[in-house]
């Protein structure tokens, strides 16, 4: 539990950013594994780089030996898409992870300022892209951790179920 408000100070900058940054990480390496095994357990004929399941190769070969794989593919693919997005971003810039934010300014309450750790929802604001600086309000770093596990939880027992009624010993 990290503090907000006049309680948080830069000590709590690091593990915040550590803590965010390997959720997502995780959650990609998970998944990953996942898809080398489903090659191995089902077995496709996927190799190398294809072994994930944001493949199109990996989704092919799934799909054409297990119909049924198609929905899920679907059901996860925009959970898939947001880890990703944020690992690339994260594992390609000098730093990733929550940030510290305030609503100092003007109008902003002094003596209690609104400061959190929070990541960036919008990943262009943190990358540099079109907008820096302007975009949607970051999430609390508690709200983005708890979505990227509730994320996985719910992909990976997917996955789980799917094995258990797909996958079967020779």
Not at 54 to 60: E, G, S, T
Request: hydrophobic share 45%; aromatic share 10%.
């Amino acid at each position: 539990e990290l503090p907000t408000g006049r309680g948080l100070n830069l000590s709590h900058v690091t593990p915040g950013r550590l803590y965010s940054v390997s959720s997502v990480f995780l959650a990609q390496a998970l998944a990953d594994n996942l898809a080398v095994w489903l090659c191995y357990a089902l077995p496709l004929p996927v190799g190398g780089v294809d072994r994930r399941f944001q493949a199109k190769r990996f989704q092919d070969e799934l799909v054409r030996k297990v119909p049924a794989a198609r929905a899920l593919l679907e059901r996860h693919a925009a959970f898939l898409q947001e880890i990703e997005q944020y690992r690339q971003a994260w594992a390609h810039t000098m730093a990733g992870g929550a940030l510290p934010f305030s609503d100092l300014g003007a109008s902003a309450d002094v003596d209690e300022p609104s400061m959190m750790l929070g990541v960036p929802a919008d990943l262009s604001w943190e990358t540099g892209g079109e907008g820096l600086g302007v975009g949607p309000a970051p999430f609390p770093l508690g709200e983005f951790t708890a979505r990227v596990f509730e994320g996985a939880a719910g992909f990976f027992l997917t996955w789980l179920r799917f094995a258990l009624d797909h996958v079967h010993a020779a």
